[in-house]
């Protein structure tokens, strides 16, 4: 069994782990670990409402307005819970749309595309010199693949650049489009101060950088990526990087938000060592970062997260990694798989001019790279298309409403007994609507999300990578095997080559038998 980099499946059961890590882990993934500050506060309510109610005054009010807004609330938080559910089921739905047009397109690649392509005029190559061309074409399209299910895992997540373990070396030597955000950005980065456009960017192979930063050849200064609004803290994979820039200038349209810790390379020219691959390549970051609990994840502590993120200071902890993955969704600089598409449809544009694949082929590739496309907008408007804040916030003030006034209602009929049925009733409305915020954006690291890492690895990468593992099989090893031996009738076992000696008379008998 292949050893991975990385545990490509966090979802699945660990066996070394006890019973009760594994029972904290379930506590951990629902709705009550979110919810119960809201749970100690009415049930800390329904008591004092209890105890003046039955000690001070008597403050109890007529039930009809509890069974007329029940009902109502009812309904409406069953459909915000059936919203999330279903961007939920549409993205779990968009990435086996992503799996399908891999395999169908790689397949279609790797058997359908000839071996050898026609010879120039003027090409002094070998017949194995171009089988062993079209074998790296193939190879490196199939890579391009892989490379867009790796993207968009990382595109999701919010997470930006290529320098990651999984990734760079799919794309490091594809030059670099200057394509728009593939999401709303809080920066406009497409025209200047004086409103001016910005000058045109060039192709640049990724391999060709000097580091994760850009390097200015005439100056030979590190351009920075543009800094980030409203003091946004860096994504989860981040990692410190201090470089003396002075003053700041605005990052190039190709430039991308590359995270590295510079202080292992020091000079330029070591950086540029590690960046190539020639020394070291301890620069990628990990494929997926998941962040850990911390204290800050915590009632009352998780009050103080959004305050020291607007502030710029790096806080850790699942809350804060939530909302630094809600913050870089809106500053995503470049759309990486959209790019890797247009270096896919090159491809077929090439086999076309070459005249080396009928027109069914071709239509096939298109309809598997439109698959991809199709799928990348879907899960971007599953991204980038919240719950309506008006609504978001009505519904959790009637729910609120509700459940202060649940106790003067139903205390006359239930006496004490108030108190737990205020907690279970605002377990059972704020449980739906903490699980419903959770899962309307299934790309994270929380374990209610969408296994992105067991899809693009455990799926993708390992089934391209058996595709690619053999030659495409001749129709004469498998069909003419002695092994089948019950092609016509399950009774005789007769291998083909006994079938072809009896001849076609023997097989329309063998056929018409029933």
Same mark, same amino acid.
């Given at each position: 069994?292949?050893? *991975?980099?990385?545990?490509?499946? &966090?979802?699945?059961?660990?066996?070394?782990?006890?019973?009760?890590?594994?029972?904290?882990?379930?506590?951990?993934?629902?709705?009550?670990?979110?919810?119960?500050?809201?749970?100690?506060?009415?049930?800390?309510?329904?008591?004092?409402?209890?105890?003046?109610?039955?000690?001070?005054?008597?403050?109890?009010?007529?039930?009809?307005?509890?069974?007329?807004?029940?009902?109502?609330?009812?309904?409406?938080?069953?459909?915000?819970?059936?919203?999330?559910?279903?961007?939920?089921?549409?993205?779990?739905?968009?990435?086996?749309?992503? @799996?399908?047009? $891999?395999?169908?397109?790689?397949?279609?690649?790797?058997?359908?595309? &000839?071996?050898?392509?026609?010879?120039?005029?003027?090409?002094?190559?070998?017949?194995?010199?171009?089988?062993?061309?079209?074998? @790296?074409? %193939?190879?490196?399209?199939?890579?391009? @693949?892989?490379?867009?299910?790796?993207?968009?895992?990382?595109?999701?997540?919010?997470?930006?650049?290529?320098?990651?373990?999984?990734?760079?070396?799919?794309?490091?030597?594809?030059?670099?489009?200057?394509?728009?955000?593939?999401?709303?950005?809080?920066?406009?980065?497409?025209? $200047?101060?004086?409103?001016?456009?910005?000058?045109?960017?060039?192709?640049?192979?990724?391999?060709?950088?000097?580091?994760?930063?850009?390097?200015?050849?005439?100056?030979?200064?590190?351009?920075?990526?543009?800094?980030?609004?409203?003091?946004?803290?860096?994504? #989860?994979?981040?990692?410190?990087?201090?470089?003396?820039? =002075?003053?700041?200038?605005?990052?190039?349209?190709? =430039?991308?938000?590359?995270?590295?810790?510079?202080?292992?390379?020091?000079?330029?020219?070591?950086?540029?060592?590690?960046? =190539?691959?020639?020394?070291?390549?301890?620069?990628?970051?990990?494929?997926?970062?998941?962040?850990?609990?911390?204290?800050?994840?915590?009632?009352?502590? *998780?009050?103080?997260?959004? +305050?020291?993120?607007?502030?710029?200071?790096?806080? %850790?902890?699942?809350?804060?990694?939530?909302?630094?993955?809600?913050?870089?969704? %809106?500053?995503?600089?470049?759309?990486?798989?959209?790019?890797?598409?247009?270096?896919?449809?090159?491809?077929?544009?090439?086999?076309?001019?070459?005249? +080396?694949? &009928?027109?069914?082929?071709?239509?096939?590739?298109?309809?598997?790279?439109?698959?991809?496309?199709?799928?990348?907008?879907?899960?971007?408007?599953?991204?980038?298309?919240?719950?309506?804040?008006?609504?978001?916030?009505?519904?959790?003030? +009637?729910?609120?409403?509700?459940?202060?006034?649940?106790?003067?209602?139903?205390?006359?009929?239930?006496?004490?007994?108030?108190?737990?049925?205020?907690?279970? #009733?605002?377990?059972?409305?704020?449980?739906?609507?903490?699980?419903?915020?959770?899962?309307?954006?299934?790309?994270?690291?929380?374990?209610?999300?969408?296994?992105?890492?067991?899809?693009?690895?455990?799926?993708?990468?390992?089934?391209?990578? #058996?595709?690619?593992?053999? &030659?495409?099989?001749?129709?004469?090893?498998?069909?003419?095997?002695?092994?089948?031996?019950?092609?016509?009738?399950?009774?005789?076992?007769?291998?083909?080559?006994?079938?072809?000696?009896?001849?076609?008379?023997?097989?329309?008998?063998?056929?018409?038998?029933?």
């Amino acid at each position: 069994m292949e050893t *991975s980099f990385y545990s490509a499946d &966090p979802f699945s059961s660990n066996r070394n782990a006890g019973s009760l890590h594994r029972f904290v882990s379930a506590v951990l993934a629902t709705a009550v670990f979110r919810c119960w500050p809201l749970l100690l506060f009415f049930s800390g309510w329904a008591t004092a409402v209890s105890v003046i109610n039955h000690s001070v005054h008597n403050l109890t009010i007529q039930p009809t307005l509890l069974t007329v807004i029940g009902t109502v609330l009812g309904f409406v938080v069953s459909y915000r819970t059936t919203a999330s559910f279903e961007r939920y089921n549409e993205g779990r739905r968009l990435w086996s749309q992503i @799996i399908l047009g $891999s395999r169908t397109m790689a397949r279609t690649i790797w058997f359908h595309v &000839p071996e050898m392509m026609p010879v120039a005029k003027d090409d002094p190559s070998t017949p194995e010199q171009r089988k062993a061309r079209v074998l @790296i074409e %193939k190879k490196t399209v199939i890579n391009l @693949i892989e490379a867009f299910g790796v993207s968009v895992k990382h595109y999701l997540r919010g997470e930006e650049g290529v320098y990651y373990v999984d990734l760079y070396h799919l794309v490091k030597y594809l030059p670099s489009y200057a394509l728009p955000p593939g999401m709303p950005s809080l920066v406009d980065v497409t025209s $200047s101060a004086d409103g001016s456009s910005l000058r045109s960017p060039q192709l640049r192979a990724r391999g060709d950088s000097t580091g994760p930063a850009d390097i200015d050849t005439r100056s030979g200064d590190i351009l920075q990526p543009l800094p980030s609004p409203i003091g946004l803290p860096p994504p #989860a994979t981040a990692r410190k990087v201090s470089v003396q820039t =002075s003053p700041p200038m605005p990052a190039r349209l190709t =430039s991308r938000a590359r995270t590295f810790d510079e202080k292992k390379y020091g000079d330029k020219s070591s950086m540029h060592s590690a960046i =190539s691959g020639v020394e070291r390549e301890d620069f990628l970051l990990p494929a997926r970062s998941p962040p850990k609990y911390h204290l800050l994840d915590l009632f009352p502590f *998780s009050l103080l997260v959004g +305050v020291l993120a607007k502030r710029g200071k790096e806080v %850790k902890g699942k809350k804060a990694a939530r909302m630094r993955a809600r913050l870089r969704s %809106k500053t995503v600089t470049h759309n990486l798989p959209l790019e890797i598409s247009l270096y896919l449809s090159s491809y077929i544009a090439t086999l076309q001019e070459r005249n +080396v694949v &009928p027109p069914p082929t071709a239509t096939t590739l298109f309809a598997a790279l439109n698959q991809l496309v199709d799928a990348l907008t879907g899960l971007e408007r599953i991204l980038t298309t919240p719950i309506p804040f008006s609504y978001r916030v009505h519904l959790w003030s +009637v729910t609120i409403l509700y459940c202060l006034l649940l106790p003067f209602q139903i205390w006359a009929t239930l006496k004490w007994i108030t108190i737990p049925a205020t907690a279970l #009733a605002s377990f059972i409305f704020f449980g739906f609507l903490v699980a419903g915020e959770e899962i309307e954006n299934p790309f994270g690291y929380d374990k209610n999300d969408l296994n992105l890492d067991h899809f693009t690895h455990n799926i993708i990468r390992n089934e391209l990578r #058996a595709i690619t593992a053999l &030659p495409r099989p001749e129709l004469e090893s498998w069909v003419f095997s002695m092994f089948n031996d019950q092609i016509f009738t399950s009774d005789d076992r007769v291998a083909p080559d006994e079938w072809m000696q009896r001849g076609l008379g023997r097989i329309q008998g063998a056929l018409a038998t029933i």
